[in-house]
């Protein structure tokens, strides 16, 4: 039924707990499991207008990679996936756009993620991700709340 599952991770204990149910989901059905992380690169265009922003430096970029691979191997061990195939990818770009464009690609039969991020506070500004993932995904999506 769910031969490829997506789980985009940020490093939350909501997403730590979306890539938990998805690994359970992935255990039944034999399924393969995408941990996706999106380094969210519109933070870098809030920081001012252009003629204030401060150069973005080659080392700030490194630092938001290496940012990102550290959410999806602390999300790997949190997960202990002994019993089924996990990959993990890092993307950068706005988190919905990637979530959705990755799950077009694949194309992924089922989508995992938190019921809310690392940007709780912003999300009631702007809208959550996962709310965007749900009216956009061509494919199912389940929230996982938390505990």
Request: glycine letters at 6%; charged letters at 20%.
């Amino acid at each position: 039924m769910f031969k490829n599952i997506l789980v985009p991770v940020d490093g939350s204990h909501y997403s730590a707990n979306a890539a938990i149910k998805a690994v359970c989901i992935a255990k039944k059905y034999g399924s393969k499991v995408k941990l996706l992380h999106v380094v969210n690169h519109s933070q870098l265009y809030s920081l001012g207008p252009a003629q204030s922003m401060p150069v973005i430096t080659n080392t700030m970029l490194e630092a938001l990679n290496k940012g990102g691979q550290s959410i999806l191997e602390d999300t790997l061990k949190a997960i202990n996936p002994l019993t089924v195939m996990v990959e993990a990818e890092l993307a950068w770009g706005t988190p919905a756009n990637v979530i959705l464009e990755k799950a077009r690609e694949k194309p992924y039969d089922l989508i995992v993620m938190g019921s809310r991020g690392l940007g709780a506070m912003l999300s009631l500004l702007q809208g959550s991700v996962s709310e965007r993932v749900v009216k956009l995904s061509t494919c199912p999506v389940m929230i996982v709340k938390d505990r």
